[in-house]
């Protein structure tokens, strides 16, 4: 049995079912990320989880025990928010003791798990100040303190990085990463940054409209995602994705008539820019995007369907070129009409 | 306090919002200024016409007031129906307020509403029934039947505004303390408590001067046993006539207690209310 197991779970607001019936097991150890798009309940999964939104049907099972029911306060879990949630009126060392103090733990017990903890993310110079003398970055690692020193069954964090600047989000990212190897804790991460799920997660959960669509590892859903949301949602810029009707020479790619209605997907890696004439399409530059490392270019066809691909290489493309593409037939993704994905080549 | 050089010259607008910010306040604080000045003259003084700017200052007015009634009594009337009715009423606010800001549900708005549509009526309006329920459980002149009223006639006033206190508690803290492995009352206790302290302070505060500066019903349902300070100074505006001078050293007499109190709490009522400006 799974060391965290949701079954069946379900959750409404009245007539709206936010939650739809999910079953996820989740090992121990493992680092779990829930990701989808605002309004998808992948934090009011993780507050059902945490208990602080009641579950209405299904069962939450942890360790072996069924905690569908038990408050908050009696399960054993840390969480991390995204506004932090710092006691305003405590030093930054209460902060982080006030759960061992409550649970009654030894004076010398508490000061040793506080240090340590402040000492793993350099918040011991900051130890006596209260919240707001602190900044964004160092109230974040104080509420990820808070939830070090107890070493909990399981560590959730809604969206913890969402209040940072650009630059801080990433090093935070990394310090998590790092935090999370060290310490081995399980974790339930919330986000809805798919460069976040991607580089943090074991294993990702993206969710939609209160469903799980899929559950993989990265690169799986990288590479085989179950169906077009997934395959659009990760992955940056996304998936071109286009009626296979519009582009009927996609058929000999796949070496057989595609059905109708179906939708081929094709990441802006795989696509190469062609003098025109050569390559599957041909088109026109609507836009060129030149990040340095990569060239983003951004091609209309003759259907008017915009594709993007992305290029290694720095060539002296111009908006209104006529160019061709080249397509790595390997690497492309088949949808049925529904969205499901029905061949990946690769 | 030092303060640093005088600001530069004021620019016109700011002079003008200045000299009209003295004015409103000279308006305000003249009749209170009257009240002390009339308090130390004679009778005679007092309605002197034109009114007298330079006398020679007389207290008899205070040991005639104390002479002809206790005012011990009705202090230590008003100070227990204020001070009890207060505690009470914040007792039996901070629980409905914490209820309906943190756990909100589809008719909180509706039930806030009815709660404070009972001060819309008249005070009058309930005198009658008020009166015989007093009369026929024997708490007419008590001071527990005061103390029930201040109490009641607050109660909404304290529930509304613990509840924008509350309000401006982010939600989340809380449920961090429940994360964290606090019970409810730990929850209240150690999280809640500190952080609203400046909000029941000053909720608590200004249900007190209302208690203390209650009139209608001190003056209507009790009379020489739990007359309040109210009752005393209306004594003096009685069938023998008006006593101006002694009216007012009555009224400064009532009033004292409660702007020393407010002038010592003043400082902590500030800090309280800018206590929870962390985010």
Redesign the interface.
Known sequence: MAFLELKGVEKNYGALRAIKGIDLAVEKREFVVFVGPSGCGKSTLLRMI???ESVDRGSVQLDGRDITHV????RD???V???Y?????MSVAENMS??LK??GAAPALIKEKVANAARILSLEPYLHR???ELSGGQRQRVAIG?AIV?SPKVFLFDEPLSNLDAALRVQTRIELAKLHRDLGATTIYVTHDQVEAMTLADRVVVLRDGIVEQVGTPLELYDKPANQFVAQFIGTPKMNVVAAAELPQLGELFGAPVPTGAFVGMRPENLTVQPAGKGHVQGRIDLVESLGAETLVYVRTDKGTQLVARQNTRAAWHVGDQVGLEMDRASAHLFDAQGRLTAAQS | MTHAAPPPRMSAPLLARTIAAWLVTLVIFFPLGWLVATAFKTELQAISVPPLFVWKPTLENFAEVQDRSNYLLFAANSLITSVVSTLLGLALAAPAAYSMAFFRGSRTRGVLMWMLSTKMMPAVGALVPIYVLAQTTGLLDTRLLLTIIFTLSNLPIMVWMLYSHFKDIPHEILEAARMDGASLWQEFRRVLLPLVLGGLASTGLLCLVLAWNEAFWSLNLTSAKAGTLAGLIASYSSPEGLFWAKLSAASLLAIAPIVVIGWFSQKQLVQGLTFGAVK
Do not use: I, N, V, W
């Open positions: 945490a208990g602080l408050p908050s306060s009696k879990l840390a969480m928010f995204q506004s949630a710092l006691y305003p009126h006030f759960a409550l649970a209260t919240p707001k808070r107890r």
